[in-house]
């Protein structure tokens, strides 16, 4: 097994504390120089990362993510705000909406089924798709609700409950800042996280989910 980050119960970087740190050929925080990382932001990715960790310290274990995704927004004078989001979340869409709109935000949209394009578009044959029994189904257009709300000036796209790999696309092609309210879990009430407090009790299947899968 090779030793990486999750694998370290030190949380020695944290401290700066580079005697508890693992050796320097699996440790990152020894192994490469802080100018490094620091290189790597620019004059708005400051920016942001100072909204962010003001936000988390405003609304540390009391502000929901909707609160501070909201707080993070204003800190950063972003009005308007993009919702990419699943039509299976629609009511919830619209609550968003409303919510963001009531505090002052003009508010774009667009659903996982923009542009009404057929599954068969990426190559997904009628007996693949959810319901094979009807003739087509309407793809999933992460690529186009991207471009879109880009097209549209959004500042800060907002996603919500994209299915695993149309969330990717998504964040490929968004062309602003995106951060995610919601990830589509349907089995897990949309919490993800329920699959890892239960990965060593009621879910232990996930520890074996490819080979009983795929074999």
């Given at each position: 097994?090779?030793?990486?980050?999750?694998?370290?119960?030190?949380?020695?970087?944290?401290?700066?504390?580079?005697?508890?740190?693992?050796?320097?050929?699996?440790?990152?925080?020894?192994?490469?120089?802080?100018?490094?990382?620091?290189?790597?932001?620019?004059?708005?990715?400051?920016?942001?990362?100072?909204?962010?960790?003001?936000?988390?310290?405003?609304?540390?274990?009391?502000?929901?993510?909707?609160?501070?995704?909201?707080?993070?927004?204003?800190?950063?004078?972003?009005?308007?705000?993009?919702?990419?989001?699943?039509?299976?979340?629609?009511?919830?869409?619209?609550?968003?909406?409303?919510?963001?709109?009531?505090?002052?935000?003009?508010?774009?949209?667009?659903?996982?089924?923009?542009?009404?394009?057929?599954?068969?578009?990426?190559?997904?044959?009628?007996?693949?798709?959810?319901?094979?029994?009807?003739?087509?189904?309407?793809?999933?257009?992460?690529?186009?609700?991207?471009?879109?709300?880009?097209?549209?000036?959004?500042?800060?796209c907002?996603?919500?409950?994209?299915?695993?790999?149309?969330?990717?696309?998504?964040?490929?092609?968004?062309?602003?800042?995106?951060?995610?309210?919601?990830?589509?879990?349907?089995?897990?009430?949309?919490?993800?996280?329920?699959?890892?407090?239960?990965?060593?009790?009621?879910?232990?299947?996930?520890?074996?989910?490819?080979?009983?899968t795929?074999g």
């Amino acid at each position: 097994m090779i030793f990486t980050c999750a694998d370290c119960g030190t949380k020695a970087c944290e401290q700066m504390n580079y005697d508890k740190m693992p050796d320097a050929s699996v440790c990152i925080s020894k192994n490469i120089d802080q100018q490094w990382f620091k290189d790597k932001y620019n004059e708005e990715d400051i920016e942001i990362a100072h909204n962010a960790a003001v936000t988390e310290a405003a609304g540390y274990c009391h502000q929901t993510r909707l609160e501070e995704t909201m707080a993070f927004a204003y800190r950063m004078g972003y009005h308007k705000l993009g919702i990419a989001f699943c039509t299976g979340l629609s009511t919830e869409a619209a609550t968003l909406a409303g919510v963001l709109r009531d505090n002052g935000f003009e508010v774009e949209a667009a659903c996982c089924k923009c542009g009404a394009i057929p599954k068969a578009f990426v190559g997904v044959a009628q007996e693949e798709q959810l319901h094979p029994e009807r003739d087509f189904e309407i793809m999933c257009n992460p690529a186009g609700q991207a471009e879109y709300l880009s097209a549209k000036g959004c500042d800060l796209c907002i996603i919500l409950g994209l299915c695993v790999g149309h969330d990717t696309l998504f964040i490929r092609h968004c062309k602003t800042p995106v951060t995610v309210l919601s990830s589509k879990d349907r089995v897990m009430a949309h919490n993800p996280m329920g699959a890892l407090y239960q990965a060593d009790s009621y879910l232990r299947r996930v520890h074996t989910f490819i080979k009983d899968t795929f074999g």
